[in-house]
């Protein structure tokens, strides 16, 4: 179930984040000119794999019993773990962050939505009750909008509800997920959850070794046309993410903290990965045959639960994947050759 609620996400993230790796074909791709590589063999980086924690754990049983949680609605006061709605502003000196006044936002106190010092100022209050706070937010808070900011909340509140979850009993997990102990059950999970974060440790170190080859290697300079195909390919992509999540492209921007400067160095960035890429396949050869291609396209259908590989491609374009699955070998390429060493150990 976890791999269902992250493929979507993940998998447009992945492809959509891929195509910036490589220019469209369109621009002059010999870099040489440019680009002097570094030693692969000096790349070193660290596979990191986080333990699972409490709040992983929490989340996803949640979304496991989604469908058989009961609401008790009720006046308050409110507690740790109710679900509340409300009425909520957000405004940076006046200017307004979020506004959810007409719509409403709701959430369970304790997520964290808006941060602990938002949640602690809900313990207490009941339905009608009006309520106000300034939080001062690290620059490395999550939440680009908030990053940094000093930002004054108003609400009030307008229902609360105990959470009321199931008892993960032996018969429960059999008769809802056909586990045949709730022992089972949440080892299952755990287990997910583990290769989830193995999965996550090893993006984040592919990502570390592509990003170091451009900073080692000597940069001179880039096609202005490549630039300009890395551009129009990260404003294609925030206006992906703003149509998957109901929102504008400039609440996207916001979201991710990227005001002119910073958009400009992203694009900077992808061009400079473009062209360290596209030289190591050429150095490389790394080429995909027709039938290398078609089982990567199986395979990758069948990973993320497609039906087929016509069902994959009509959602994302043979373009799309191609680039996505020849640099995904070039960086296995990076990895077989690179010095990678282990940080930490996977404690259960």
């Known amino acids: 179930m976890i791999k269902k609620i992250r493929a979507f996400e993940v998998l447009a993230m992945a492809i959509a984040g891929a195509v910036l790796l490589t220019g469209c074909g369109k621009s002059d791709n010999d870099y040489s000119r440019y680009v002097t590589l570094a030693d692969i063999s000096s790349l070193q980086v660290e596979l990191n794999v986080e333990p699972v924690s409490d709040e992983q754990r929490e989340e996803a049983i949640d979304g496991y019993l989604a469908d058989e949680i009961d609401y008790e609605y009720g006046d308050g006061p409110i507690e740790q773990g109710n679900y509340v709605e409300m009425t909520l502003t957000a405004t940076e000196d006046g200017t307004v962050l979020y506004d959810f006044s007409e719509d409403g936002y709701e959430l369970t106190v304790g997520s964290k939505d808006f941060g602990e010092e938002f949640d602690a100022e809900l313990i207490g209050k009941k339905v009608g009750d009006p309520f106000a706070l300034t939080v001062t937010y690290d620059s490395t808070y999550s939440d680009g909008t908030l990053a940094g900011k000093t930002v004054d909340y108003e609400g009030k509140v307008t229902n609360v509800a105990k959470v009321i979850k199931p008892e993960i009993t032996d018969t429960f997990v059999k008769e809802k997920f056909g586990a045949s102990s709730a022992k089972e059950w949440l080892t299952t999970i755990e287990d997910e959850l583990i290769s989830q974060n193995q999965s996550d440790a090893r993006e984040t170190m592919r990502d570390d070794l592509v990003m ?71 150095r490389e050869q790394i080429t995909l045959s027709e039938d290398e291609l078609r089982q990567a396209y199986e395979d990758f259908a069948k990973q993320n639960e497609y039906d087929s590989v016509d069902e994959l491609l009509a959602d994302y374009g043979e373009e799309e994947l191609k680039n996505y699955i020849i640099n995904e070998r070039t960086i296995d390429f990076l990895e077989e050759h690179a010095n990678i060493s282990d940080a930490n150990s996977l404690v259960r």
Do not use: H
């Open 212 to 282: 170091q080859l451009v900073e080692k290697s000597t940069i001179s300079g880039y096609p202005k046309a490549l630039y300009n195909e890395q551009k129009k390919l990260i404003e294609n992509e925030f206006a992906q993410y703003a149509s998957m999540f109901g929102c504008t492209v400039d609440e996207i921007y916001d979201m991710f903290g990227m005001d002119e400067e910073a958009f400009r160095e992203e694009c900077l960035n992808a061009t400079y990965r473009a062209m360290v890429l596209t030289l190591v396949q050429q």
